[in-house]
């Protein structure tokens, strides 16, 4: 037996974690479960020792409560608590409730900073503290210094471990400094030249640094030119730098123009995942739900947007009901109306859609906002046309009456028309009102082509038809 070869042999025939479709192996898991039910803590490290933590996050996500609980335990400080980075926040919030409050503070104390923020920011007040108390004073002072910026804040985001220069140190200092001083972050792209007030006088790539004479000075060769980012800015704003300016790694500064962190490139990935997960997620009703999120969970995210449909919905049968008499001298009017409005629905949450993206990656302004609502309105009278005449004659042919062609078709134009000029509208009015377009929009488009839909379609009925 080779010197590489498992301490228990029985591991190397369930040893993949994956099976041929990339999805967790059944064998494994069950085998997982049943380490974990007898306690055994030998075999559980030698298992859980290969996995990168998002492989340990989607193994603690496949666990029951109980299993999660159980497997932290009994790994103890073989633990990596990186891995709760990378699984559900519900799931997180939940495990971490079931920890010990010593045992997270010693788990968490180990992380970079950005990653411990992002564990401890969703726990309570309370455990927080107590979590923070039991840590080492300058991890504990980074920390809460980072947990005390907003929310969803570049502050809440930032590593607070960077390396820090003065100017007027040659190259060859620096390289020195970078070989002997064991208290650097472990992965860095640059370093940071500031001032004795830790104001930021400009950056060097390492690859400058390396590739300069010993007995240059700093000074001489760092770039001056700067990009920096306040730490109160929001995590989307942030991102958007990142995302125009091709930055890998950016300065965050305190109100006083204080460095104070550094956002990383695979900080601001997660962060451009979350936003938009967090977008689709509010353009359907849903708020924050996960895979993971609880039956109450999910019935209360759900269950407002609920509420607020059967709102509009009732709003528009009231519509029907001013034409209850209409109706009933015509009963296909009540078969054809539904096409009208549903047509008008999704061609109204197309452009919605195009709208919401657009003002949330900043691309929508007063320079281009007429162009596009012209754009809208005209694709919306083209699209009418063009389903007027279809539907127009299938319901000619279906009903036998030309006349009911024409009426529906024109309602069909007029209700195209309307949905784009809502699509677009809606989202920009919400927006100069400093309410979340994702959220609110797609209510207030439904509704509105809804009730314009029926009224159309049925007013042209009644006068057509002499039915009023």
């Known amino acids: 037996m080779s010197e590489d070869a498992p301490t228990h042999p029985d591991l190397a025939a369930d040893s993949s974690i994956h099976d041929a479709e990339g999805r967790l192996s059944a064998d494994w898991l069950d085998a997982l479960r049943a380490e974990i039910a007898a306690g055994d803590r030998a075999r559980l490290i030698e298992r859980m020792a290969p996995l990168h933590e998002s492989e340990t996050g989607d193994v603690i996500e496949a666990l029951t409560a109980d299993e999660r609980v159980a497997l932290v335990t009994l790994l103890g400080d073989e633990f990596d608590f990186l891995a709760l980075t990378e699984v559900d926040d ?30 401890l920011e969703d726990l309570d ?54 070989r002997t001083n064991d208290d650097l972050p472990d992965d860095f ?21 390396l590739r300069a004479q010993r007995a240059t000075r700093v000074q001489d060769i760092m770039n001056t030119q700067v990009r920096q980012i306040e730490a109160t800015l929001d995590q989307e704003e942030a991102a958007r730098i990142f995302e125009r300016y091709d ?35 509010r353009l359907g009703g849903v708020g924050d739900e996960d ?34 008499a209409t109706i009933e001298q015509m009963v296909a ?20 859609t195009v709208t919401v993206r657009a003002i949330s990656q900043r691309e929508l302004d007063k320079n281009n906002a007429k ?5 809208e309105l005209l694709v919306g009278l083209t699209n009418g046309a063009i389903f007027a005449v279809l539907l127009g004659l299938i319901t000619a042919f279906r009903f036998s009456n030309p006349a009911l062609g024409v009426v529906i ?22 927006d100069k009102l400093k309410i979340d377009p994702a959220v609110a929009s797609s209510t207030f488009v439904m509704t509105l082509t809804d009730v314009v839909g029926f009224f159309a379609f049925l007013t042209l009925a009644g006068w057509w038809f002499g039915l009023f």
């Open 90 to 119: 519900s799931v997180r919030i939940e495990l971490m409730e079931s920890l010990p409050n010593a045992d997270i503070a010693r788990g968490v104390a180990d992380l970079d900073s950005d990653d411990a923020v992002y564990i």
């Open 125 to 178: 007040q309370d455990d927080r503290d107590e979590i923070l108390s039991q840590m080492p004073a300058f991890e504990r002072i980074s920390l809460k210094r980072s947990l005390d910026f907003p929310e969803d804040s570049a502050g809440r985001r930032m590593q607070t471990d960077f390396i820090a220069i003065p100017p007027f140190w040659t190259v060859g200092q620096t390289i020195d400094y970078l």
């Open 189 to 209: 792209y640059q370093l940071y030249v500031i001032d004795p007030g830790y104001n930021l006088l400009g950056t060097i790539p390492l690859d400058r640094i």
């Open 247 to 281: 930055q890998i790694e950016v300065a965050v500064v305190d109100e006083s123009q204080r460095l104070v962190g550094v956002l990383t490139i695979d900080d601001i990935v997660d962060v451009i995942t979350e936003e938009a997960n967090e977008d689709i997620h």
């Open 291 to 324: 895979i993971s999120k609880t039956v109450p969970g999910v019935v209360r995210s759900r269950a407002t947007w609920l509420l607020v449909n059967l709102g509009t919905a009732t709003l528009a049968s009231l519509v029907i009901g001013l034409f209850d």
């Open 333 to 352: 009017l009540a078969v054809l109306m539904p096409i009208v409005a549903s047509m008008g629905g999704v061609a109204g949450t197309q452009t919605m």
């Open 371 to 375: 162009r596009l609502i012209s754009r």
């Open 409 to 430: 078709g024109a309602a069909m134009v007029v209700n195209m028309i309307v949905a784009g000029g809502c699509g677009i509208l809606i989202p920009m009015g919400l």
